[in-house]
């Protein structure tokens, strides 16, 4: 691929979707070079300076942070440094079989301008709002269509495929020292829970999701099966599903708080061209199915170990930080305490070296716990046909699927983050905790774990 992509190209890439930092698009078009590939494009801000939209490389700090890493130090852009990171730090961790760090091609300043034109419409208002096309870019990822199944041949089979989109989130309850008393209910209520009530409050999301990441994580089918069953009640934007690439439920613009899903008779009409069941029944397979392919492909338990990277929570972990960037630590003074004699003052007396770990390791559990899981379904045509992929038997109606699990949405987080992570981590908990209180209040001593419907009722 070492071609540059120019203005007519443009036509023959179609919009996908978006997150916070890249655009999607799909091709379409017949080269056998892009067939089964999407491009991300890097987005910049409409509020902030070129500089400050991350077009620049690695800050100095970053640099030392990352310094282990052949080939993130080295890079000339941010944009080939956040590649490398998924390529020599992420696809260790979790499998080169479950990620495509993709690859760089170049593109002219008139093809990003021609995307920029041709999306405009499709892309949702809030998003166009926030950001655009980042003119300065010289290179876009290319990397797999985690939705569909190409052949070796690099042209598409008519085959119908669906795939469905997961966040996660984080899957366990943190145990560590150097969290407050005053926030010990992090030890007890998941972060997703959490959060849900300071978007309620704050009017990110109408309604409180009913998913629990601690059933997904769980290892047991019961566990698995009622968190799929919940993300697929109140998908929000944890759960999408893609006939052949295009969406056929959940969010469609990747907002929190999705009310608009695509019609329902979409996504029926689309997962009867899957699995072969009775008229009425095959949303409850499509949910088997799932449930089985997430629990048969390990995913998981390979994303739990690298979410355990963060060992010492954020409370611990923003003491290292500030030590690792040379500034003086603003918690330890907000509470009051002396580095080397207070609380935190084993953190404080750690190594440079194992501040740097400390940090190192809580920002890649930041990317597990953000990240997105991409599984796509064909129907095995015939038992006796080779395939490349792994497979998983319903048997409940005896069809075989070909599946592929991957992760995809590996950012690379900004060591500058740490202080947003701690100051979002102590106002979910802040909310959550002032919520109870104010339910015990007006229910009369309602506990803490039922005490999140009344406040729903209470906001509405």
């Keep these: 691929m070492a071609e540059v992509l120019q203005e007519k190209d443009a036509d023959e890439w179609a919009y996908r979707g978006e997150g916070a930092v890249n655009l999607v698009l799909a091709y379409c078009g017949s080269s056998p070079s892009f067939v089964g590939k999407v491009l991300r494009i890097q987005k910049v801000s409409n509020k902030v300076s070129k500089y400050e939209n991350h077009h620049s490389a690695l800050t100095k700090d970053e640099r030392l942070l990352w310094g282990k890493f052949e080939g993130i130090v080295a890079a000339r852009t941010r944009e080939i440094a956040e590649q490398m990171y998924v390529q020599k730090v992420m696809c260790p961790l979790l499998g080169s079989e479950h990620v495509d760090a993709g690859i760089r091609i170049l593109v002219s300043r008139e093809f990003l301008k021609a995307v920029e034109h041709k999306v405009l419409l499709q892309r949702p208002a809030w998003r166009v709002d926030a950001a655009k096309v980042n003119p300065l870019c010289d290179s876009v990822l290319v990397i797999a269509d985690h939705s569909i199944f190409p052949s070796v041949r690099g042209i598409l089979k008519e085959d119908f495929c669906l795939s469905v989109e997961i966040k996660p989130k984080g899957g366990f309850l943190p145990t560590s020292d150097f969290i407050a008393e005053e926030n010990a209910v992090k030890k007890r209520i998941t972060r997703f829970k959490m959060h849900q009530a300071l978007k309620l409050r704050d009017g990110v999301i109408s309604q409180i999701s009913k998913y629990d990441p601690l059933d997904l994580f769980s290892g047991s089918k019961d566990g698995v099966q009622n968190a799929i069953k919940s993300l697929f009640l109140t998908p929000q934007n944890n759960f999408r599903v893609f006939l052949n690439g295009s969406l056929i439920f959940g969010g469609m613009d990747g907002a929190a708080d999705c009310v608009s899903y695509t019609v329902d008779q979409a996504f029926q009409d689309g997962i009867k061209r899957v699995i072969v069941a009775k008229d009425g029944m095959h949303s409850k397979y499509f949910l088997e199915l799932v449930t089985e392919t997430v629990m048969k492909s390990g995913l998981l338990n390979l994303l739990l170990e690298v979410q355990k990277l963060d060992a010492i929570d954020i409370e611990g972990a923003i003491h290292a930080y500030y030590d690792f960037v040379s500034l ?38 930041a990317t597990g716990k953000d990240l997105s899981m991409m599984i796509s379904f064909r129907p095995r045509k015939s038992m006796d046909a080779e395939s490349p992929h792994r497979s998983v038997l319903l048997k409940s109606i005896n069809q075989t699927f070909d599946y592929k699990a991957s992760f995809i949405d590996l950012d690379m987080k900004p060591l500058k983050k740490m202080e947003y992570y701690y100051e979002l981590d102590q106002k979910i908990v802040s909310c959550y905790v002032q919520m109870v209180k104010d339910d015990e209040a007006i229910q009369n001593g309602v506990g803490i774990d039922g005490s999140l419907n009344s406040y729903i009722a209470n906001w509405k």
């Design 328 to 365: 003086p630590c603003v918690v330890c003074r907000q509470k009051g305490e002396n580095k080397l004699s207070g609380r935190y003052s084993s953190i404080h007396s750690m190594s440079k070296h194992e501040k740097l770990k400390v940090v190192r390791d809580y920002l890649i559990s």
